[in-house]
């Protein structure tokens, strides 16, 4: 297919379905804890917004989690047809990283997403509770594990290589590996800033509509002090983050900051735009700040990174692409801080529900967070390059022996499905955020004991009138 080799359709094909399948984890995460403050407020303040607020998220929830799932399943199948030779190398690690994930999170979830979302009325608001908390658990020792198995693939450590195969040795080690806490931390806060966005948007297009209600008024409102608070912690936490893969992914770091060499006592500049490119080893076209590059990396004026250069050519990530999906998250990050900032002072204002253009804005941010997780992911995964084990086994060792030809079918396959089963699944959750939370929506969901009880299942919740023009 269009020149590429079996190599980088298995990998075009792994970045495609990954690209959909972290979408929904990542929505899981934050809704579900999102669903846990909702319903202790519920139950502290016994206000109804919060309960109608629960309900209508719920079955987003519900959707979203269904097409996790299923699009992790195709994941776990492609590490054994794709890529074999990394499953016969690394299985002894990541088999058991992500059995504990099945095991632990994935049955703590299923276990207690039944009482979740149909329990109301049929256990205690205790036990109820009780349900949400475990799920909202489960979605993050689900993070904790998987991001323990892509961590480990970045920075390995606590193995042993035994007759051409990785065995564990110390499994500490192996799960708290050095990049570990930061990729967890920063995931799961990107996870809970992406929902904050979405919910903050679906609330903004609502009260542009004239839906001035009160659980707009509150998805808004609490979505955005989530904004203001969390974005600070995230860049923090990405800072920390990249220094470590300076210590260990060097060529990573050199790579998104299109960095090719040092100059003898000169410092390192923070390149904000340019082209690299990989040929002529250079970033053409650079609009550059002097020394940041060394403030920001080196906490000094003048301290020095390696530079591309400084690895030979078959051991270079991509520069030209790591440096614009890394710009691009890091651009979204930004805009998100100034969202956080303009909310607080249109709070101050009293303007937060009434102002056109920051509810206009705020809608548009609605995506960004789920863009920069693309983005964020991309740069981690493609900076890893040219190694699947980082400094232990390359990707082009790990790929099955596949034809170019088989691979491509099966990716033509895999893009038809996708878009028809995903693309009717997020269709469905946009046609639920288009209909909002209803007045006394959690009345029609909690009928009182002995009364005929309605569907409670998430794809009864859509009405069959919702306006085409925003369906």
């Known amino acids: 297919m269009f020149g590429f080799t079996a190599l980088e359709l298995a990998r075009i094909q792994f970045g495609f379905t990954i690209s959909f399948h972290i979408i929904f984890p990542a929505i899981t995460i934050g809704l579900a804890s999102y669903l846990a403050v909702l319903e202790g407020l519920w139950l502290w303040r016994k206000d109804e917004v919060y309960r109608a607020l629960y309900f209508f998220w719920s079955k987003i929830f519900a959707v979203n989690f269904a097409m996790g799932v299923v699009s992790g399943l195709v994941m776990a199948y492609q590490f054994g047809t794709n890529w074999s030779y990394f499953s016969t190398f690394a299985g002894s690690i990541t088999g058991p990283l992500l059995a504990y994930e099945v095991m632990t999170a994935f049955f703590l979830e299923a276990g207690f997403l039944g009482v979740m979302l149909f329990g109301w009325n049929k256990v205690g608001p205790g036990l109820h509770f009780f349900a949400t908390i475990m799920v909202a658990m489960g979605t993050l020792m689900s993070t904790f594990w998987i991001l323990a198995s892509n961590s480990w693939m970045q920075t390995p450590q606590g193995f042993e290589i035994i007759n051409g195969r990785v065995v564990p040795v110390d499994w500490l080690k192996v799960i708290f590996n050095p990049s570990f806490p930061y990729r967890l931390a920063h995931?799961?806060?990107?996870?809970?800033?992406?929902?904050?966005?979405f919910v903050g948007a679906s609330g903004a297009w609502h009260l542009?509509?004239?839906?001035?209600?009160?659980?707009?008024?509150?998805?808004?409102?609490?979505?955005?002090?989530?904004?203001?608070?969390?974005?600070?912690?995230?860049?923090?936490?990405?800072?920390q983050h990249g220094l470590v893969?300076?210590?260990?992914?060097?060529?990573?770091?050199?790579?998104?900051?299109?960095?090719?060499?040092?100059?003898?006592?000169?410092?390192?500049?923070?390149?904000?735009?340019?082209?690299?490119?990989?040929?002529?080893?250079?970033?053409?076209?650079?609009?550059?700040?002097?020394?940041?590059?060394?403030?920001?990396?080196?906490?000094?004026?003048?301290?020095?990174?390696?530079?591309?250069?400084?690895?030979?050519?078959?051991?270079?990530?991509?520069?030209?692409?790591?440096?614009?999906?890394?710009?691009?998250?890091?651009?979204?990050?930004?805009?998100?801080?100034?969202?956080?900032?303009?909310?607080?002072?249109?709070?101050?204002?009293?303007?937060?529900?009434?102002?056109?253009?920051?509810?206009?804005?705020?809608?548009?941010?609605?995506?960004t967070g789920l863009i920069a997780i693309l983005a964020g992911w991309l740069t981690t995964e493609i900076g890893r390059q040219p190694w699947v084990v980082y400094g232990v086994m390359r990707t082009r060792d790990a790929v099955s022996n596949h034809s170019a030809l088989a691979l491509s079918t099966t990716l033509l396959v895999f893009i038809v499905m996708y878009c028809a089963v995903f693309g009717t699944g997020i269709s469905y959750i946009l046609k639920l955020v288009a209909k909002g939370p209803q007045e006394g929506e959690a009345y029609e969901h909690v009928p009182e004991r002995g009364q005929s009880r309605r569907p409670a299942r998430p794809l009864s919740a859509a009405p069959d009138d919702i306006d085409p023009a925003i369906g």
């Open 187 to 197: 995931m799961t806060v990107a996870a809970y800033l992406a929902v904050a966005l």
């Open 208 to 239: 542009l509509k004239g839906r001035d209600t009160p659980p707009m008024r509150t998805m808004l409102s609490m979505a955005m002090w989530m904004v203001l608070i969390v974005t600070p912690v995230q860049i923090a936490i990405g800072d």
């Open 245 to 367: 893969d300076l210590e260990y992914q060097p060529a990573k770091i050199a790579a998104v900051e299109g960095h090719w060499e040092n100059k003898p006592g000169e410092s390192v500049p923070l390149i904000l735009f340019g082209v690299p490119d990989m040929s002529a080893e250079m970033t053409h076209y650079t609009v550059e700040i002097p020394h940041l590059g060394s403030l920001l990396l080196t906490h000094s004026w003048s301290g020095q990174i390696p530079g591309l250069k400084d690895f030979p050519p078959q051991d270079r990530p991509n520069s030209t692409i790591v440096f614009w999906t890394f710009r691009i998250m890091a651009g979204l990050g930004f805009l998100m801080l100034l969202l956080g900032f303009w909310s607080c002072w249109a709070r101050w204002r009293k303007r937060l529900y009434q102002s056109k253009f920051f509810l206009r804005f705020t809608v548009l941010m609605g995506p």
